[in-house]
């Protein structure tokens, strides 16, 4: 019997996902577990994997597509069977084809091999192609016969990011035309170069639209909603990191291990969390939940958005520990790799773009949270010294927002005060 496969619901704010690409076609044999699909959620990019032996009999929507959350999308069932009659199958999205009985692998073709010299293609990878700006028949075939929208989206995939792909076509922008010296795919930024090229004196440029990824529109919803409901105040605070910076130095120097400047601030903040429990809590309706774990939410900008992958019971880990566990949720967070769970269950997010030389600015809470860190830039400061004479001091900025329902002005100010005198006693952070 036919079984529906469903846009499954990942998460509890999930509402919807986005096809990213098939990794299946009409007529493919399927076993349980096995990947059919990638979907992109408004945290990651995900394998969806068949709960069933079968056949790929039909596929109802298409890459590309926002789809609700258990809505249909494909049907898995036996060779030969036919898709049970239901408004998804009659739908205009509908792939359905009967499967072979025993499915051979067929030989992939240029799709300029169909007959007569006209390319064999659904509407859809027409469209595609052509806001691409690719010639159609210098696409491969998957099936050997008419090109699919996957297949565009496949030859699109070949030179360029799943973000950078997208920025490509709604510009109308051939990303062969992008793929950088070194071999590697054309990423975000090369597709930005080419649309900020000035056009010839005189004449117009014309606008570009270039529509929000899934997590940047999420995002988006989830800040709007937070900086509309929470009384939100910011505090700012400078600390000297000059010790803290000779300490990683001599850290890193060693051997040992390699650590960041952020690692030392993060582990500090969780010591200061510990120390001033109402700033790791969460509201709960008309309460305060004061939270026995501290979850430190790491803010990664990717190429997709902003995503904060959480750093669970970071007061409990050695330096060691924090830094490797740190580094690979942020490389996997870029590489849209992360599992649903390793966004939840945050306690406090810190946000840190002091490598871009910003001092003071005010993050948003991420909501249920009371608080959100922010950490500036590292300045050379003149100072004078015991022997009152002047000497560069390394100064560290700090941004501190939290809910004024959750803590009051000393509260806060405690908190920050505490994350200020670890960074200033870096021989506190290695105990």
Same mark, same amino acid.
């Given at each position: 019997?036919?079984?529906?496969?469903?846009?499954?619901?990942? /998460?509890?704010?999930?509402?919807?996902?986005?096809?990213?690409?098939?990794?299946?076609?009409? /007529?493919?044999?399927?076993?349980? &577990?096995?990947?059919?699909?990638?979907?992109?959620?408004?945290? $990651?990019?995900?394998?969806?994997? $068949?709960?069933?032996? @079968?056949?790929?009999?039909?596929?109802?929507?298409?890459?590309?597509?926002?789809?609700?959350?258990?809505?249909?999308?494909?049907?898995?069932?036996?060779?030969?069977?036919?898709?049970?009659?239901?408004?998804?199958?009659?739908?205009?999205?509908?792939?359905?084809?009967?499967?072979?009985?025993?499915?051979?692998?067929?030989?992939?073709?240029?799709?300029?091999?169909?007959? @007569?010299?006209?390319?064999?293609?659904?509407?859809?990878?027409?469209?595609?192609?052509?806001?691409? @700006?690719?010639?159609? &028949?210098?696409?491969?075939?998957?099936?050997?016969?008419?090109?699919?929208?996957?297949?565009?989206?496949?030859?699109?995939?070949?030179?360029?990011?799943?973000?950078?792909?997208?920025?490509?076509?709604?510009? &109308?922008?051939?990303?062969?035309?992008?793929?950088?010296?070194?071999?590697?795919?054309?990423?975000?930024?090369?597709?930005?170069?080419?649309?900020?090229?000035?056009?010839?004196? *005189?004449?117009?440029?014309?606008?570009?639209?270039?529509?929000?990824?899934? =997590?940047?529109?999420?995002?988006?919803?989830?800040?709007?909603?937070?900086?509309?409901?929470?009384?939100?105040?910011?505090?700012?605070?400078?600390?000297?990191?000059?010790?803290?910076?000779?300490?990683?130095?001599?850290?890193?120097?060693?051997?040992?291990?390699?650590?960041?400047?952020?690692?030392?601030? =993060?582990?500090?903040?969780?010591?200061?969390?510990?120390?001033?429990?109402? $700033?790791?809590?969460?509201?709960?309706?008309?309460?305060?939940?004061?939270?026995?774990?501290?979850?430190? @939410?790491?803010?990664?900008?990717?190429?997709?958005?902003?995503?904060?992958?959480?750093?669970?019971?970071?007061?409990?880990?050695?330096?060691?520990?924090?830094?490797?566990?740190?580094?690979?949720?942020?490389?996997?967070?870029?590489?849209?790799?992360?599992?649903?769970?390793?966004?939840?269950?945050?306690?406090?997010?810190?946000?840190?773009? *002091?490598?871009?030389?910003?001092?003071?600015?005010?993050?948003?809470?991420?909501?249920?949270?009371?608080?959100?860190?922010?950490?500036?830039?590292?300045?050379?400061?003149?100072?004078?010294?015991?022997?009152?004479?002047?000497?560069?001091?390394?100064?560290?900025?700090?941004?501190?927002?939290?809910?004024?329902?959750?803590?009051? &002005?000393?509260?806060?100010?405690?908190?920050?005060?505490?994350?200020?005198?670890?960074?200033?006693?870096?021989?506190?952070?290695?105990?």
């Amino acid at each position: 019997m036919a079984t529906k496969v469903i846009m499954p619901k990942v /998460g509890m704010a999930m509402e919807e996902g986005m096809l990213v690409s098939w990794l299946k076609k009409v /007529g493919d044999p399927v076993k349980s &577990g096995e990947a059919i699909a990638e979907i992109e959620t408004d945290k $990651a990019i995900m394998e969806l994997e $068949a709960e069933l032996d @079968g056949v790929l009999i039909a596929i109802v929507r298409q890459v590309g597509e926002h789809i609700p959350v258990i809505e249909t999308i494909a049907w898995i069932g036996e060779a030969g069977e036919k898709v049970p009659v239901s408004p998804e199958a009659g739908s205009l999205h509908a792939q359905a084809a009967t499967a072979p009985v025993k499915p051979q692998p067929k030989p992939v073709l240029p799709a300029h091999t169909a007959q @007569g010299g006209k390319v064999a293609a659904t509407p859809a990878a027409r469209r595609l192609a052509s806001e691409a @700006g690719i010639e159609l &028949g210098s696409i491969e075939s998957g099936s050997g016969a008419a090109l699919y929208a996957a297949d565009v989206q496949n030859h699109i995939r070949k030179d360029a990011t799943p973000l950078a792909s997208r920025m490509a076509a709604a510009a &109308g922008i051939d990303p062969r035309s992008l793929v950088p010296e070194t071999g590697q795919r054309a990423r975000k930024s090369d597709v930005a170069s080419a649309m900020a090229f000035t056009a010839p004196s *005189g004449t117009p440029r014309e606008d570009k639209r270039i529509p929000f990824t899934t =997590i940047q529109r999420i995002t988006g919803q989830r800040l709007t909603r937070s900086h509309a409901e929470i009384p939100s105040v910011t505090i700012f605070i400078v600390a000297d990191a000059t010790e803290l910076v000779e300490a990683r130095e001599r850290i890193n120097a060693s051997g040992t291990m390699k650590v960041s400047l952020n690692d030392l601030i =993060i582990r500090a903040c969780a010591k200061a969390l510990v120390a001033n429990p109402r $700033a790791n809590a969460v509201v709960d309706g008309d309460g305060l939940v004061l939270k026995g774990s501290v979850n430190i @939410g790491l803010a990664v900008a990717t190429e997709a958005g902003l995503q904060v992958p959480t750093l669970r019971d970071a007061d409990r880990l050695s330096l060691p520990e924090q830094a490797l566990r740190s580094k690979d949720l942020a490389d996997r967070a870029r590489a849209r790799r992360l599992r649903p769970e390793e966004f939840e269950a945050g306690t406090f997010t810190v946000s840190n773009i *002091g490598m871009y030389g910003i001092t003071y600015f005010t993050p948003i809470i991420n909501q249920p949270q009371v608080g959100i860190l922010g950490v500036g830039a590292i300045e050379d400061r003149l100072a004078l010294g015991p022997d009152r004479l002047p000497l560069v001091r390394k100064m560290l900025h700090l941004s501190f927002t939290f809910d004024h329902r959750a803590m009051d &002005g000393a509260e806060s100010s405690g908190f920050l005060v505490a994350v200020k005198t670890l960074v200033e006693s870096p021989f506190l952070l290695i105990m």
